[in-house]
């Protein structure tokens, strides 16, 4: 019957099919039992944990629910206008402001307030570059891990750290703060039903460390750890090299399932190339509040909420999310990102600056939707390549950022929403020098002694300064990356127009994001328009301009800078710290790496269905509870 031969035929396409998974899992096991996962560990023996239980006066450390330290902040904190009051107000002062933060932000008082079946339609400006935690490295790749990974360390809205009850029962210190001990939670799955367990967090340490994978946000955190030892399923401690003031910091580090991973990194150490990595990429294994059910590049990452993180053996162990599902747009233009607020398409979005007092204070604006600033501790700059023979030398960096006309900026493109920058910390973090430096300003009289002094003169009558560079006559001429957006593009003009004033010609170079942080990782540029945001400790700039860093895309290299970094890790005292620091700033405002232009403040929408959101150095987003308190209302 012909029935039959099709019968016959799927079952052998079966057959073959399940023999080829086989096959697969046959190499993988062996690459497996031959990669040499240890490659990076520090040679180091720990104790027996009887005899580590013994020999340490264990100091217990707070541990607690990042939702509840949240409802205990709000019970002191409690609303100065009610919601009704909240979503008729128009945000036209300081006094609106705070009211709408505080009349919006609050916690449900029933389950009955909840729309569980929601969606939140979150809004992101570009595309993930990959949702393997170890690659994050952008601040959408971070909300990614924020959604489907786990942490043994919380951090607030005042980047002040507690261990999350959520996903630990307990943590405890040494008295010189070099060995942490947690005992895991034993309720925590990955989504392919394999339990998570302290093996997980030992092997992940073992891939940050390993020489031949390159991971280059991540890597450096765990630099002055030993080693992370799984005692057993639900016993982790971590060895830490010294007393330092970060190793709270250290402890925090997003985790892969061993039984996943090992195979397949031992196949790709690069987790980039195989088959394997590839439809993780579409479909990877998590542990967090969401799982990753559908993903279209440039266009949206589709999460579902995770039963089986919140529900253990049919009863509720953990606060539920409140949404059934979080759809991430990608949305690269703010002007659309806007537009598609107001028809509510999407939930959320980052209002730009001029359009704060226009596009979004008009009535279509309100009829859907409010609005909430905040202080965020984001710089935006022009990373300057030093390895570059344009601008390997600190007086044409420094020139270059006395010839922009910040005002300009400042004033007519960003609408006085903004503050100038000039260096990596925030005026308002512990760790800004004081007294703070000076900004610079406009002055192209400075800039043009500068690059004479520096041997960059217009000998061809051209109106572009040139030097002569092995033997070859170099034009001052250079290409400016940049991801488009409408305000990029105008600040990209400003700058254009206010370098071309001292001889210096700048191309404008739009791409797309994920390319541009390749050619930057790669320090395949001259001059690059970004943004970083703000660390928990301002340690983590290190990876950013110490020298030979993952992150330090411009290749700037001072012994002086390097060395108050390795200061600031030995000294306890903030206070001591935060002058440790202030000299970082104040250097790197005189080698000018960076032209720092404008720190962001947070302006932020949100449709007036969702209530629970709290502003943050960080956002709205990346802290704890973070996404996870925002929900919606019936």
């Known amino acids: 019957m012909p029935w039959a031969r099709f019968l016959t035929l799927g079952l052998l396409v079966v057959l073959v099919t399940s023999q080829l998974a086989c096959t697969r899992d046959r190499k993988a096991e062996k690459a497996a039992a031959e990669f040499d996962f240890s490659a990076g560990l520090k040679p180091f023996t720990p104790p027996s944990l009887e005899q580590l239980n013994e020999a340490t006066a264990w100091e217990d450390q707070e541990v607690m629910s990042p939702l509840d330290r949240l ?39 029933s389950p009955d307030e909840v729309n569980w079946d929601a969606t939140f339609n979150h809004h992101i400006g570009a595309e993930v570059k990959s949702v393997n935690p170890l690659f ?10 924020g959604l489907t990974n786990i942490s043994l360390i919380a951090s607030d809205w005042d980047q002040i750290p507690f261990g999350d009850a959520d996903h630990i029962k307990s943590w405890q210190t040494s008295p010189d703060n070099k060995i942490h001990k947690f005992i895991l939670r034993d309720d925590l799955k990955w989504t392919d039903g394999t339990p998570v367990t302290a093996h997980d967090f030992a092997f992940t340490f073992k891939i940050l460390r390993h020489p031949d994978i390159i991971l280059p946000a991540l890597s450096s955190g765990t630099e002055m750890i030993d080693l992370v030892h799984a005692y057993d399923d639900h016993t982790l401690v971590i060895f830490h090299s010294e007393p330092l003031a970060i190793n709270v910091w250290q402890n925090v580090f997003p985790i892969i399932p061993r039984h996943v991973f090992e195979p397949s990194i031992a196949e790709d150490p690069s987790m980039v190339d195989s088959d394997r990595h590839l439809e993780m990429e579409q479909q990877p294994v998590t542990c967090g509040p969401y799982r990753l059910v559908r993903r279209e590049r440039d266009k949206e990452l589709i999460f579902e909420r995770n039963d089986d993180y919140y529900q253990h053996n049919g009863k509720e162990v953990r606060n539920k999310p409140y949404f059934k599902t979080i759809r991430m747009e990608v949305i690269n233009d703010s002007n659309n990102a806007l537009l598609a607020l107001k028809s509510g398409k999407i939930d959320d979005t980052t209002i730009a600056a001029d359009k704060w007092a226009t596009d979004a204070a008009a009535d279509d ?52 929403m903004n503050k100038q920058a000039n260096g990596p910390f925030h005026p308002e973090a512990w760790a800004h020098p004081n007294p703070p430096v000076e900004n610079y300003n406009l002055d192209l009289d400075k800039a043009n002694q500068l690059l004479d002094e ?47 004033k001292v001889g210096a010609k700048m191309d404008i170079r739009p791409i797309e994001f994920t390319v541009m942080q390749q050619r930057t990782s790669d320090h395949n540029f001259d001059a690059a328009f970004g943004g970083w945001g703000s660390g928990t400790d301002p340690y983590s700039t290190k990876n950013i301009f110490g020298t030979d860093e993952n992150r330090n895309y411009g290749q700037y290299s001072n012994p002086e800078v390097d060395k108050l970094f390795e200061e600031g890790l030995y000294e306890l005292d903030q206070d001591e710290r935060a002058k440790i620091y202030g000299k970082v700033h104040t250097i790197l405002h005189e080698d000018q790496p960076y032209t720092w232009l404008f720190y962001r403040t947070d302006l932020q929408a949100f449709n007036k269905e969702l209530r629970g959101y709290k502003m943050s150095p960080s956002g709205p987003f990346i802290y704890n509870p973070g996404t996870h308190s925002i929900w919606r209302a019936k």
């Open 365 to 416: 604006f309100y009829d859907r939707n409010t609005k909430v600033s905040a202080t965020a501790y984001t710089e935006f700059h022009i990373v300057w390549n030093c390895k570059s023979p344009l601008f390997e030398d600190a007086k044409v960096r420094r020139a270059m950022s006395h010839a922009v006309d910040y005002r300009e900026i400042l004033d007519k493109i960003l609408a006085g």
């Open 136 to 145: 994050m490295s952008s601040v959408y790749e971070f909300e990614v891990v």
């Open 71 to 109: 409802n205990a902040y709000l019970a002191e904190n409690p609303p100065q206008v009610d919601v009704e009051t909240a979503l008729d107000l128009r945000n036209d002062s300081d006094e609106a402001n705070e009211q709408i933060k505080s009349g919006l932000g609050i916690q449900p008082s």
């Open 454 to 500: 520096a041997g960059w003169k217009d000998t061809t009558g051209s109106g572009i300064r040139n030097k002569e560079i092995d033997g070859k006559n170099v034009p001052l001429e250079f290409s400016f990356l940049m991801v488009p957006s409408p305000n990029s593009e105008r600040v990209a003009r400003v700058l254009q127009s206010s370098f071309a």
